[in-house]
């Protein structure tokens, strides 16, 4: 389990531009190369061997002001309920605003480690003004700044302090496997939920977030136990406005990182939109296995190949990680409900599948044999060894005489050749290629 860390503050203070340099922009390099818009303000980021998340709160809102500050509020006090750790970013140049002193008194009732970050620290002649937001009444702070880096790492290593060390097999090993339920608001995760269950647990009504709690519930079907974590809408904490796209996230982030599958619903009347790629793309950066339900399907008029056309058309919008179970299903109905839950298991079990090495070598390295890497800067790379790692998620190591020269080109074939020999549907896998 990973923690998530919040950035908060009012616009303009410089969180993107924390926000990016936390996670060194390598994202930006692989949407580049899949052309898919994605979520710019989640990541994942590790510092001192400590793994965590970031989400920057900024940019979800626009509007005038006034409702800026509102909002701002808002999204503060479900940073605050909703993450673990959180950043405050402030402006030397513009010193602390009546904003600023708003976002301090809710930050103050919090019993969480909180960070002040005074950005915009460019030179050492700004460190002396910097000395003002000691009346905020949080403390020490650190003077930072974005744009050239001094004093992030400091920072950095002291939010790396906060975040407890991962023991993440054991915990992990003893609980029952978890299935989050997530998706847009009105997708239709709770009646999926209650349609499963048979009762009417939760309140489902068409207006968007009216769920009133998110409950695991544990499960048996098949003769195999799990928890299904329904992430839909809770509004008690806060009194969040309908389709706040913020929030979503922050729901969303928080039961991904604490699952095993993802289930994402989505509306099969509105498509697979970007909010449903953000959430599966989650799932993958967080390597959790993912099954895709396309629900009121009832709703939809069919006719020839409208399954087979709509399901290119998701995977279009998933590529590269396209190994991942596409199920029709109606909550309403019922149709193909429990077949969801079949799928959603099979994957689970994918996630867990070790192949032995004798196995892997035997099939892998024939292929390898008959289509090696090419060869760069005149020299062969030679691929002598491959074997599954001890991890939680697949992960497979390929020893070569010069595993720098192996391009992404070739570890997608590796990685398709090994989904095209070993069942591992729904689970995104890592290749590494190391010295031998
Ligand atoms: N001088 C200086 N300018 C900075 C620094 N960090 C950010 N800025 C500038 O401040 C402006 C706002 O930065 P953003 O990162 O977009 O601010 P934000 O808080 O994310 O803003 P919202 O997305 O509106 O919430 C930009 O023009 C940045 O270039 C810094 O360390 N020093
Ligand atoms: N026709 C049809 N309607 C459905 C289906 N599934 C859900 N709905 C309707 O869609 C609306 C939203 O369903 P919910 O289950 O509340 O959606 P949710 O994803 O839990 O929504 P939030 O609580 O906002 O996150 C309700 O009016 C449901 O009756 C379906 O398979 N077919």
């Not at 993450?83 to 513009?94: A, G, L, N, P, R």
Request: hydrophobic residues 40%; glycine residues 6%.
């Amino acid at each position: 389990m990973s923690s998530i860390v919040a950035i908060v503050g009012r616009p303009n203070v410089g969180k993107s531009t924390f926000f990016n340099r936390l996670i060194k922009r390598r994202e930006a390099i692989v949407d580049s190369v899949s052309g898919v818009t994605r979520d710019r303000h989640y990541g994942k980021t590790d510092w001192n061997g400590k793994e965590f998340s970031v989400i920057d709160t900024g940019g979800y809102v626009v509007g005038s002001e006034d409702i800026f500050e509102e909002e701002i509020r808002k999204q503060v006090q479900l940073a605050i309920d909703e993450s673990d750790i959180i950043v405050f970013v402030v402006d030397v140049e513009d010193g602390i605003t009546p904003m600023d002193k708003e976002v301090a008194q809710l930050l103050r009732q919090v019993d969480k480690p909180i960070f002040i970050a005074v950005n915009k620290v460019d030179n050492a002649m700004r460190v002396g003004d910097a000395v003002e937001f000691y009346n905020l009444g949080l403390g020490d702070y650190h003077t930072i700044s974005s744009i050239n880096g001094s004093g992030t790492g400091d920072l950095l290593d002291a939010i790396a302090e906060a975040v407890p060390a991962q023991n993440e097999e054991e915990v992990e090993t003893e609980e029952l496997p978890r299935f989050a339920v997530v998706g847009r608001p009105n997708a239709g995760k709770s009646s999926f939920i209650n349609a499963l269950i048979g009762e009417d647990r939760n309140i489902v009504t068409n207006i968007a977030g009216t769920t009133r709690d998110s409950i695991d519930t544990k499960y048996n079907r098949f003769g195999f136990e799990f928890n299904l974590v329904d992430t839909a809408g809770i509004r008690k904490k806060s009194k969040v406005k309908e389709d706040l796209e913020f929030y979503s996230v922050m729901r969303a982030v928080r039961a991904i990182e604490h699952c095993d599958v993802a289930i994402v619903v989505v509306d099969a009347t509105r498509g697979f939109e970007s909010q449903d790629q953000n959430i599966f793309w989650l799932a993958e950066k967080n390597k959790k296995g993912v099954v895709v339900l396309i629900n009121k399907w009832d709703l939809v008029e069919k006719e020839t190949n409208t399954m087979r056309d709509f399901e290119a058309k998701i995977k279009k919008q998933i590529a590269p990680f396209t190994d991942v179970p596409v199920v029709f299903i109606s909550a309403l109905t019922k149709q193909r409900i429990f077949k969801a839950i079949e799928t959603a298991v099979e994957v689970f079990e994918n996630r867990k599948k070790r192949i032995s090495t004798s196995k892997l070598n035997d099939t892998m390295l024939d292929i390898i044999k008959q289509n090696p890497p090419p060869a760069t800067k005149g020299k062969y790379i030679k691929i002598k060894f491959c074997t599954q790692l001890p991890t939680r998620t697949p992960q497979f190591a390929f020893f070569a005489n010069l595993p720098q020269y192996v391009k992404d080109p070739y570890k997608r074939f590796v990685e398709n050749k090994l989904r095209e020999h070993f069942d591992f549907t729904g689970v995104p896998i890592t290749i590494y290629f190391r010295p031998k």
